[in-house]
């Protein structure tokens, strides 16, 4: 391993492996199958692009997006590294001569999505000294998974045709019957499966629930400011959600823009070119953005409406923080976004499976226990102590005998036959003057402004709280309306009493000043005096980062990541030897920027 560490060190820049890796590195070295599950910013390339360099031949790796092959090949180019990608959007030309050098050996590594890898078995692959296959996104194999692609089911077409050639199939999120059908459809020959750690600790969760759209809009625009200056990804269900949201956020001077599959395919590219090359802060997009990046500076994920797995969500939230440094998610929780996702799962060819995934997001929404736990739990992970990191964590609940409350509102849900759903029971508790409700007659309750001293959205929350301790429940058969449960009647007829959580009210952030910003314009590296020296330093670290990657024409977190940016202003290198030092700087890049960085240290430190 020390001749691999060393190799590490001089391509990478890296001077130790993370968990597993070197693992699973020796098992491809050896030439056997491996299955390997990496959290996302785990380490997974590694595991094949190390290997791709170490023994002779060019390794295939297979990916089910142009853009993420592109991210890619870039980041190995600058490492020094002859790397390529054969995709259905290059001239005839350009693949033929792109073949040519491949079976002449000029690359370590091609990357090509599943239908080239098929159209190119018998062909171009049959006249190349291949040494790995490397299945990304492998769980796409998967009808189990949460993106599956039939394409991918036709790979097992490579163990036919290389029967002796190590295949590694990698993926992020996998529950135990995903692996499974993995092995089983790419025939992985006794594959060695390797389960890396799911705790992602940098990742902050919380959960908001209840909000309607005006309130959501405030939430986002307000956690936004917050983080001035920060990539973000913002998911909605649906595009006409993206598309409005976009153009919101852009109205209060948010460069934000709409991805998805239904926008015209230059605009698709110019909103992720933007978004990588940090000239935009925010996409707004549907689940088909996010696997196309390698954007290492996302630096959070909020999700206007609930995905209807874990598996989605620990898959998006996994594209914020991938340099490891803290990032912060949020997920917008409504009875809306889970009655449409109980229709698609029911329209769906796994009617009991997709339930069943849905209901355990649904009590991941809906906890008041460590959030993290919870998913470490869903993917067979053990936790033994609170994450400290979440919003359960963060604000411990406090709980009082909310019997009498509890029974007010089941009460209220009795006396009108069980026909009304929650906005109409609020409007009871609190004697709304509504016109729908005196034309019902439920003016006339006894229940009728029982509750008037509580708040609409108090009530909202007392009412999610009822729904999860099992008091009552949702007829979704039945518009939603609300059922009081056997539960429910123990406590409303004394036989037993209910716990509350003490509501607490978000806290919300006063609004950032508005600043002019100018897009596209390569701005002189300007000493702005922050907080400490270090900030400062950073400061300037970031606009020659910048100033780089436009004369290159690369994404900036291609040429340093923010973690190494940030050990350069804490170890403050003055030569070339300790710049040789920081995280992510190997031979070629110390070679290519280490004299610009260092001399912008030393000038800002006398400065």
Not at 360 to 381: P, V
């Amino acid at each position: 391993m020390q001749e691999l560490t060393l190799l590490l060190k001089k391509s990478f820049g890296f001077d130790s492996f993370r968990p597993l890796q070197d693992e699973v590195i020796r098992r491809v070295i050896d030439k056997k199958d491996s299955l390997a599950l990496m959290p996302t910013g785990g380490g997974k390339s590694i595991c094949y692009q190390l290997p791709a360099l170490y023994l002779p031949g060019t390794a295939i790796v297979v990916s089910p997006l142009i853009a993420l092959m592109k991210d890619q090949v870039n980041g190995l180019t600058l490492n020094g590294i002859p790397a390529a990608t054969l995709n259905s959007m290059m001239t005839e030309d350009a693949r033929r001569q792109l073949r040519r050098q491949c079976v002449e050996g000029k690359y370590k590594l091609l990357y090509m999505s599943p239908e080239t890898l098929m159209n190119e078995l018998e062909g171009l692959l049959s006249r190349m000294d291949v040494s790995l296959v490397a299945i990304d996104e492998a769980h796409c194999v998967s009808r189990w998974g949460h993106d599956f692609r039939p394409e991918y089911a036709q790979l097992s077409a490579v163990k036919e045709h290389f029967p002796g050639l190590p295949v590694v199939a990698l993926t992020a999120t996998a529950d135990k019957i995903t692996r499974l059908d993995i092995i089983d459809k790419l025939k992985l020959d006794d594959p060695q499966i390797f389960i890396s750690s799911f705790d992602r600790p940098n990742l902050s969760l919380t959960v908001r629930r209840g909000l309607d759209k005006k309130e959501k809009l405030t939430a986002i625009v307000n956690f936004i400011r917050r983080r001035k200056g920060q990539s973000g990804i913002l998911y909605c269900m649906k595009r006409a959600d993206a598309e409005a949201l976009a153009a919101r956020l852009r109205a209060g001077s948010i460069r934000a823009a709409a991805y998805h599959a239904g926008l015209p395919a230059a605009e698709r590219e110019r909103a992720q070119d933007d978004f990588i090359n940090d000239r935009i802060e925010v996409v707004c997009a549907t689940i088909a953005f996010g696997m196309g990046i390698d954007k290492s500076n996302v630096r959070w994920i909020i999700h206007y409406n609930m995905p209807g797995s874990i598996e989605n969500y620990y898959q998006e939230i996994g594209r914020a923080g991938r340099d490891g440094l803290d990032s912060d998610t949020l997920l917008f929780y409504s009875l809306a976004d889970l009655v449409l996702l109980r229709r698609f799962a029911e329209e769906s060819g796994q009617n009991d499976v997709n339930m069943e995934k849905l209901d355990r997001m649904q009590r991941y929404c809906e906890t008041d226990i460590c959030r993290r736990r919870i998913l470490l739990n869903y993917f067979g992970e053990e936790a033994e102590h609170d994450c400290g990191n979440c919003d359960v964590c963060r604000n411990p609940p406090q709980r009082f005998d909310g019997s009498i409350l509890v029974q007010k509102a089941l009460s209220a849900i009795l006396r009108t036959d069980e026909r009304v759903g929650m906005n109409m029971l609020i409007d009871i508790l609190r004697a709304s003057g509504r016109a729908e409700l005196r034309q019902l007659g439920y003016d006339k309750l006894k229940t009728y402004g029982a509750g008037r001293d509580l708040p609409f959205n108090i009530w909202k929350e007392y009412l999610y709280q009822m729904l999860q301790l099992g008091y009552a429940e949702i007829d979704y058969a039945n518009a939603r309306t609300l059922k009081v449960t056997p539960l429910g009647r123990k406590v409303l007829f004394g036989e037993a009493g209910a716990m509350l959580t003490v509501y607490r009210e978000a806290e919300q952030p006063r609004p950032a000043k508005k600043e002019k910003t100018e897009r596209g314009v390569r701005q002189p590296i300007r000493i702005v005096e922050a907080g400490s020296p270090e900030e400062t330093l950073m400061d300037s670290l970031r606009q020659l980062r910048l100033r780089i990657a436009q004369k290159e024409g690369v994404p900036a977190y291609i040429i340093f990541s923010d973690d190494a940016l940030h050990e350069m202003a804490h170890k403050k290198p003055l030569t070339p030897e300790a710049f040789a030092t920081i995280r992510g700087v190997g031979d070629v890049k110390l070679q290519r920027y280490g004299a610009v960085f260092v001399a912008l240290i030393c000038h800002v430190l006398k400065a």
